[in-house]
């Protein structure tokens, strides 16, 4: 009974929603190829860049630079980070649907009573971790502040400082797509686990109790026929004590009465 209901668990979700995010990476890195494009050629013209000796200009300019290539992208990432949350969140309410029906069904007259509440509640956490998420991780990566992308920066301008962004920016923007795929994979997966295990532990709760309550009955079985064998008992003694009564009246009534004398 319980593996049936695990496995049907499994199959509602089973980490659909990373694995679509998976499959999605590469249409979303063909558009984002025009944004490193322009970025890396910004930066294959800059001269060495020394963020001890650069000038404010100099500084402002490549900030903005590198801070329009997040920009450009980010109607692209917004879209991504909708389309892996909606079908995280079809993949959660499937799984919701799955436990309702769980929870209305009979074991031996009892219910599962999994809690559901906390699936929603982890939907919504989840939501507002994905959001800006892709974002924020090239902000950090693709900037001055980041050691990688300054060791660039510091290179001679040419088409070798060009490839290097380029490779740097393709890179930094592809993790960030796999690591929210992952993150949406290893939730979903996550409750699914949790949840497999509240119906298992349920399971089991509901097995013992009916194991003992079988145990109680095999105990009352027991009892019956013992008192059934104490009463045959009393009975047969008590038959055995009017026989003896019985024999008893009847040599009684056989001897002859002695007369008495006035």
Aim: proline share 2%; glycine share 4%; net charge negative.
């Amino acid at each position: 009974m319980g593996t049936g209901i695990t496995r049907s668990v499994l199959r509602t979700v089973g980490g659909k929603a990373g694995d679509w995010a998976a499959d999605k990476i590469d249409n979303v890195l063909g558009p984002a190829g025009k944004s490193s494009s322009k970025v890396s050629r910004e930066t294959g013209q800059e001269d060495e860049y020394n963020p001890e000796t650069a000038r404010i200009e100099e500084t402002k300019r490549i900030n903005e630079s590198l801070r329009e290539y997040t920009r450009s992208l980010e109607p692209v990432a917004d879209k991504f980070e909708r389309d892996c949350l909606n079908t995280c969140r079809e993949n959660i309410n499937l799984l919701v649907e799955d436990i309702k029906k769980i929870n209305v069904q009979d074991y031996n007259g009892k219910k599962l009573n999994i809690n559901i509440s906390r699936l929603e509640r982890k939907l919504q956490s989840v939501e507002k971790n994905v959001i800006g998420k892709i974002k924020n991780e090239l902000s950090r990566k693709v900037s001055i502040d980041d050691s990688e992308c300054l060791n660039i920066l510091k290179m001679k301008k040419g088409q070798a400082k060009e490839n290097a962004m380029k490779e740097f920016s393709n890179r930094v923007f592809s993790n960030s797509l796999v690591e929210l795929s992952e993150t949406i994979r290893e939730t979903v997966n996550e409750q699914c686990s949790l949840i497999t295990d509240q119906i298992e532990d349920r399971l089991e709760e509901i097995t013992n109790s009916l194991q003992e309550i079988s145990m109680q009955f095999d105990e009352i079985e027991q009892l019956k026929e013992k008192d059934a064998e104490v009463l045959e008992q009393k009975k047969c003694d008590l038959y055995f004590t009017l026989s003896i009564c019985d024999m008893v009246l009847s040599e009684l009534h056989q001897q002859p009465r002695e007369k008495v004398t006035l």
